[in-house]
């Protein structure tokens, strides 16, 4: 079993930043990709950005240019560096990690608001 626990969001005013991270610990299998994904309030969730262990990564168009996503193989940790933030981008961040097994997991989610 794999185990998410986000940390870093809260409350930022327009055009501030936020920094994200993930833990991941337990019975990973690699390799594997680890992405954020979010939830508007009212709307579907969504893919914001995914890194795979080889250092492939991947940014929808609303966040590029924004937002950064790194992680540390060695250590299973994600971070979602998020700058320039507008009060769209205020939902619930979760944490994912898909790995060669195709079975997926999910952290109990991290809330960022953004105030206009």
């Known amino acids: 079993q794999v185990q998410l626990v986000e940390s870093g969001g809260g409350l930022v005013q327009a055009g501030g930043s936020l920094r994200l991270s993930c833990a991941a610990s337990?019975?990973?299998?690699?390799?594997?990709?680890m992405s954020w994904f979010r939830q508007r309030p009212g709307r579907q969730r969504e893919l914001v950005a995914e890194?795979?262990?080889?250092?492939?990564?991947r940014y929808k168009d609303f966040v590029r240019g924004r937002f950064t996503i790194s992680r540390d193989v060695a250590n299973n940790t994600m971070v979602l560096q998020m700058n320039s933030l507008d009060p769209d981008d205020t939902a619930i961040y979760y944490c994912?990690?898909?790995?060669?097994?195709?079975?997926?997991?999910w952290g109990q989610g991290t809330q960022v608001t953004v105030s206009s």
């Open positions: 890194v795979r262990s080889g250092g492939y990564t």
């Open positions: 994912h990690l898909r790995d060669i097994r195709t079975w997926d997991y």
């Open positions: 337990g019975s990973i299998f690699s390799p594997n990709t």
